[in-house]
């Protein structure tokens, strides 16, 4: 079995920017919510995947969102490309990201270098209603939003030379993070039995770069509620 037990001493992190359609900041207003002073312990222990959802208003997900992926430090120099956050990540390169899906309209994507929102264009509509239907199909009793977990390889394919289990050791840790993170604020999550690879095609040009690594659920849990 290949294992990489350290990144390529030779190679630094570019960290370049992904060239979305017409993003647009979007005002999102996270004041009202914060974790609370649950006891960790309770967290994990209460957390379920709750199958039946309906919707919850769009800043407390991406509260959800930005407290599981926020940059708490960006290194310089010889560190430069690689960020500490709350979940772990390969060589600190943190190449999963976030967006924010709601029905058929614009995304929201979390900037995690800027700590913003993007609202983002859409480059293929059927592409992007085939995400949405196929999401549908799969959880079809799940009003709330989606959050669609996209890996960019671009980093991590040069560092590494088997990055591939890495990008989908980030994206459970992402996962994880953000059922705790939903759990705190009293949100339903459930994480979804497929990768969402409409989603690069609606939203980025033709490309190898990026891999999608997972859809999740998020918004308030109904009365009668189908958990594990």
């Not at 992904?18 to 209460?46: C, E, H, K, N």
Request: contains cysteine; charged residues 20%; aromatic residues 8%.
């Amino acid at each position: 079995m290949h294992i990489d037990p350290r990144p390529n001493p030779n190679i630094v992190p570019e960290a370049r920017p992904i060239s979305w359609l017409d993003p647009v900041a979007a005002q999102i207003d996270l004041s009202a919510y914060s974790l609370g002073d649950r006891a960790f312990a309770d967290i994990m222990t209460s957390r379920r995947s709750v199958r039946t959802i309906r919707p919850a208003p769009i800043e407390q997900v991406a509260f959800v969102v930005r407290e599981t992926m926020r940059t708490y430090f960006v290194g310089l120099d010889t560190k430069h490309g690689r960020k500490l956050k709350t979940v772990l990540s390969a060589g600190a390169l943190h190449p999963v990201k976030a967006l924010i899906t709601k029905g058929s309209g614009r995304p929201l994507y979390y900037d995690d270098d800027q700590d913003s929102f993007l609202s983002l264009g859409i480059r293929d509509e059927r592409s992007w209603l085939s995400f949405q239907d196929e999401c549908r199909e799969v959880l079809p009793h799940v009003d709330g939003c989606l959050v669609a977990l996209i890996a960019d390889n671009r980093d991590i394919s040069r560092l590494y030379s088997n990055h591939q289990s890495l990008l989908w050791r980030d994206a459970g840790a992402v996962i994880q993070g953000m059922a705790f993170v939903a759990e705190a604020v009293g949100l339903a999550m459930c994480p979804m039995g497929i990768l969402g690879g409409d989603a690069i095609s609606a939203l980025l040009d033709p490309t190898d770069d990026f891999l999608a690594v997972g859809i999740v659920a998020i918004g308030l849990s109904d009365t009668f509620q189908n958990a594990s």
